[in-house]
């Protein structure tokens, strides 16, 4: 016989924990609110309710033609809030925050293999962003400063927020292997190791750690895949570092923001050949006949989406 729910059970649910998209949400909303407050990094509330705008009707103007649905908000949020915060134009331009918002969330709906976004949507934007009009975008840097309550707050509600959304090990992975490759980079360049490994107190990394690596629409399927792919990203990202301290050719281009392109180049390839590779394992032999599993593109619909 089933248990009626009883006032002090319903409450106990009532209490239980906000979903992991709901947390993001919070994280990203307080690393917001902490900039502006400690470092004024938003630059004008007009800024953001026109970058939040222009992400949310786009989101909602695409998905509606193209999925024939209404979307969730959250995910235009947090890439709005991601454009704001790391994007700085030269001269007080506005074009590059609202060209990065219709790119970021438009890569959504149009760079897509079967059923999901190969890019992260902030990751892309901000990339085609600094290549295209390297000149007139730059990424936030020194300006948010790196005080130690600030980054303590940040980085203690991101791995209480990275825990509960089960993408710790994630974030934890590219930590531990930026740190050692920046102790690696110290040895090869002779800079001071606080210096290599200082960038991950600012906002780029911080997003980076916790949002953009982590976005289960953009990352495989498997926790192994998931750590060597973070791996990989911070490698590549060191090289790009290393390349530009020894002055290799053309790779000043991808100075102003390694992780952003290492990101943007290994991650959408790896996750690539991971869903061509699912494909081909949904449909296996049993008692001589074929038999389908279920595929990527039905695992995609009831994923967990962080940035959309």
């Known amino acids: 016989m089933a248990q009626k729910s009883t006032p002090a059970a319903t409450q106990a649910r009532g209490l239980a924990w906000p979903s992991p998209k709901t947390l993001v949400t919070l ?3 307080l690393l917001l609110v902490l900039g502006e407050w400690s470092y004024g990094v938003v630059g004008g509330y007009s800024k953001l309710a026109a970058i939040l705008g222009v992400c949310v009707g786009v989101e909602i103007v695409l998905s509606l033609f193209l999925l024939g649905r209404f979307p969730m908000v959250q995910s235009a949020y947090i890439t709005g809030v991601s454009l704001t915060i790391l994007l700085r134009p030269q001269g007080g331009l506005w074009w590059p925050f609202l060209v990065g918002a219709g790119l970021s969330i ?3 709906y149009v760079l897509r293999y079967r059923g999901r976004h190969l890019w992260n949507p902030s990751n892309f934007g901000i990339a085609l962003l600094l290549l295209l009009a ?7 840097s020194h300006e948010f400063g790196n005080a130690l309550a600030t980054n303590a707050v940040i ?7 990275a825990s509960r959304a089960k993408v710790l090990h994630i974030s934890a992975t590219y930590v531990i292997a930026f740190l050692a490759l920046a102790a690696l980079r110290c040895v090869v360049v002779g800079t001071p190791l606080l210096a ?13 750690v916790f949002f953009m690596l982590t976005d289960p629409r953009t990352t495989v399927g498997t926790r192994r895949g998931r750590m060597l792919t973070v791996a ?10 290393l390349g530009n301290d020894l002055d290799w050719p053309f790779f000043h281009l991808l100075a102003p923001a390694p992780p952003i392109f290492a990101l943007a180049l290994l991650g959408p390839l790896v996750l690539f050949f991971d869903l061509r590779a699912r494909a081909r394992g949904a449909t296996v ?9 279920r595929t990527p593109d039905a695992i995609a619909e009831v994923t967990v989406r962080s940035e959309g």
């Open 27 to 29: 994280l990203i909303t």
């Open 106 to 108: 438009g890569s959504k």
């Open 134 to 140: 390297p000149n007139q975008v730059a990424i936030l």
């Open 155 to 161: 980085w203690g509600v991101g791995l209480l927020v």
């Open 196 to 208: 290599e490994i200082a960038p991950l107190t600012g906002p780029l990394y911080q997003l980076m």
């Open 232 to 241: 990989g990203i911070a490698v590549l990202e060191a090289i790009f570092r």
């Open 285 to 293: 032999p049993a008692s001589g006949n074929a038999v389908t599993a």
